[in-house]
């Protein structure tokens, strides 16, 4: 890490809670990625209309930050298409299995207080944890 931002960080994370305490205020759904996606492609009748917009504006936005802030992404290199696809596999694995992603765990599920939420929160962060120092210290990764 050569920049450290508390201040984007922390703008970052306050409109994250703030649009995840909309959609439960204002909609009465939890703002956890993965099921919005896995319900915007099971095409439920009356109800993927809101979850394509979520989908369709988080991706607004993010788009919007790049072409505003083009200096802010720097491609990374050095990572093999199978390392990718592998990994991509296994965070919709463990999506599945975890019964959400850290999304709506990590920010809505901590913020109900649910226990449930708090062990799987404490999963990830413990498997990434893992992964980050068998990779670059075990296996000699690039950082």
């Not at 999506?95 to 404490?122: F, I, M």
Request: proline share 4%.
């Amino acid at each position: 890490m050569t920049h450290f931002t508390p201040y984007t960080a922390l703008g970052g994370g306050l409109l994250i809670g703030v649009a995840a305490v909309l959609l439960l205020y204002l909609n009465g759904r939890i703002a956890g990625i993965s099921g919005i996606l896995n319900g915007a492609l099971a095409r439920q009748k009356g109800d993927t209309a809101w979850r394509v917009a979520f989908l369709l504006g988080m991706l607004a936005g993010g788009g919007a930050f790049w072409w505003l802030t083009p200096h802010a992404f720097v491609p990374r290199q050095g990572f093999p298409l199978p390392t990718l696809l592998v990994a991509g596999f296994l965070v919709g694995f463990g999506t599945r299995l975890g019964s959400g992603c850290t999304s709506g765990h990590g920010v809505c599920g901590l913020g109900r207080r649910s226990l449930r939420s708090l062990v799987a929160t404490a999963t990830f962060v413990g498997f990434g944890m893992l992964t980050v120092y068998v990779t670059r210290h075990l296996l000699g990764g690039q950082p």
